[in-house]
C-alpha cells in the first residue's frame, strides 16, 4: 500500500502543474488526502487537503492559485497549481491523515519519494 507522487518539474514564475498523487494496494477512495511539501531548510508543511465527501482546505498562501479534488474512480488526488512563484518550490507530498481534517496528525503512510516543484526563470 503506497501512495504515489507524480507531475512536478520545471515551470516560470506565473506557470500551472498539475500533480497527481495515486493509491496502490488499497482503496483511495476511504482516506481523506492531503498535499504537503518542504522547501529546503524548511519543515514540512500542508498545503491542501480534502475530504472523502470533497471538502477541502488550504494554506493561506495557496488560497486561490490551488485547487486539490479527487477522482475516486482512478483513486487518484490532484493538485493543480496555477500562477507559481519561486516560493512555492519545493518537494510535495501526498499521504493520508487518520483522523479526518486533522491535517497535521498523524498519518496513514510512510512518506514517499515526492515529487520536485522548481519554480525558476
Known amino acids: 500500500v503506497e501512495l504515489v507522487e507524480s507531475g512536478g518539474g520545471l515551470v516560470q514564475p506565473g506557470g500551472s502543474l498539475r500533480l497527481s498523487c495515486a493509491t496502490t494496494?488499497?482503496?483511495?477512495?476511504?482516506?481523506?488526502v492531503a498535499w504537503y511539501r518542504q522547501a529546503p531548510g524548511q519543515q514540512r508543511e500542508l498545503v491542501a487537503g480534502?475530504?472523502?465527501?470533497?471538502?477541502?482546505n488550504y494554506v493561506d498562501s495557496v488560497k486561490g492559485r490551488f485547487t486539490i479534488s479527487r477522482d475516486n474512480t482512478d483513486l487518484t488526488v490532484y493538485l493543480q497549481m496555477n500562477s507559481l512563484n519561486p516560493l512555492d518550490t519545493a518537494v510535495y507530498y501526498c499521504?493520508?491523515?487518520?483522523?479526518?481534517?486533522?491535517?497535521?496528525?498523524?498519518?496513514?503512510?510512510?512518506w514517499g519519494q515526492g515529487t520536485q516543484v522548481t519554480v525558476s526563470s
Open positions: 499521504n493520508a491523515p487518520i483522523h479526518e481534517n486533522d491535517w497535521n496528525g498523524a498519518l496513514w503512510f510512510s
Open positions: 494496494g488499497t482503496n483511495g477512495s476511504l482516506y481523506a
Open positions: 480534502i475530504t472523502r465527501g470533497g471538502r477541502t
